[in-house]
């Protein structure tokens, strides 16, 4: 087990689950804002995030780690609205936990990708969700933001806070 890795993933997974419920508070109309320079509005934003969960986790069980994860969002299996995004999340978390408990090492995948085979590290596709996730929950508090709906922070940042002090604060303490 390696406990940085799954600080890592439990930060990600606590970062959309914080951003998801504090947007199922808001209206229609708020779900609906965008911003320049974001993916585009914050359920969409949202639905982006957690069809991408999906599909990373069939990527990689495609190139050999089992996950078990299906893309039901991007085959239509449930609708793309904002109350599919909490099951996909909470079955995405699951999936996540697994890999990086039981997948400690680096391992190679084979990918196709546009008609070819390409070998590529586990690490490269844990490091994509991360980031990916990172970018897009950016995206919304900047359109929360610039619309006003969301409040600045003592720090200067914008609710809800989803730094890793914020998570490290949330945690139960063990000592």
């Known amino acids: 087990?390696?406990?940085?890795?799954?600080?890592?993933?439990?930060h990600h997974i606590w970062a959309n689950d914080t951003l998801l419920a504090y947007c199922e508070g808001l209206?229609?109309?708020?779900?609906?804002?965008?911003?320049?320079?974001?993916?585009?509005?914050v359920e969409a934003t949202l639905l982006h995030l957690a069809l991408n969960e999906e599909h990373y986790l069939n990527l990689i069980?495609?190139?050999g780690v089992s996950t078990g994860v299906r893309t039901t969002i991007l085959d239509g299996e449930v609708p793309r609205e904002l109350s599919s995004v909490r099951p996909v999340f909470a079955a995405t978390a699951d999936a996540w936990r697994a890999v990086a408990r039981s997948h400690p090492g680096n391992q190679?995948?084979?990918?196709?990708?546009?008609?070819?085979?390409?070998?590529v590290p586990l690490s490269v596709i844990v490091s994509q969700v991360v980031e990916h996730g990172a970018e897009h929950r950016t995206h919304i508090r900047a359109i929360l933001a610039a619309h006003g709906v969301a409040s600045e922070n003592d720090d200067g940042t914008t609710e809800p806070d989803l730094s890793a002090w914020a998570w490290e604060e949330s945690r139960p303490r063990t000592d």
Do not use: K
């Open 27 to 41: 209206t229609p109309y708020h779900l609906a804002l965008t911003a320049p320079g974001t993916f585009g509005g």
């Open 1 to 10: 087990m390696n406990s940085i890795l799954d600080d890592l993933i439990e």
């Open 108 to 119: 190679l995948l084979e990918l196709e990708w546009e008609g070819d085979i390409e070998h």
């Open 61 to 63: 069980d495609r190139g």
